[in-house]
């Protein structure tokens, strides 16, 4: 069974950092395309990154040049690193995973909240 596990959020100061991270387990990440999203209430949920073996990292402009997506094999988790937040960021982001060559996003972490304040 296909699991997703996110931690590393919490509040921090705009210009700050934080680094997300999602457990992976039930499946290698090698097969599979991860993405970061990120939803606040009230707005629509946006894709932040997407990491895979096929097409590397993307990223959504609102966080290029800030955040970095990447994998640890041996661990089986993908981390999103957080930089320069802004109050923006502020969202529960969750990661998610769909077999490389497929469209849809079919497994999801539970979510980890991020708040940017002073």
């Known amino acids: 069974q296909l699991q997703l596990v996110e931690s590393g959020g919490g509040l921090v100061q705009p210009g700050g950092s934080l680094r997300l991270s999602c457990a992976a387990s039930?499946?290698?990440?090698?097969?599979?395309?991860i993405g970061w999203f990120r939803q606040d209430p009230g707005k629509e949920r946006e894709g932040v990154s997407a990491i895979s073996n096929s097409d590397g990292a993307i990223y959504a402009n609102s966080v290029k040049g800030r955040f970095t997506i990447s994998r640890d094999n041996a661990k089986n988790t993908v981390y999103l690193q957080m930089s320069s937040l802004k109050p923006e960021d502020t969202a529960v982001y969750y990661c998610?995973?769909?077999?490389?060559?497929?469209?849809?996003?079919?497994?999801w972490g539970q979510g980890t909240q991020v708040t940017v304040s002073s």
């Open positions: 998610s995973a769909r077999p490389t060559g497929t469209m849809v996003y079919d497994a």
């Open positions: 039930g499946f290698t990440l090698d097969d599979y395309v």
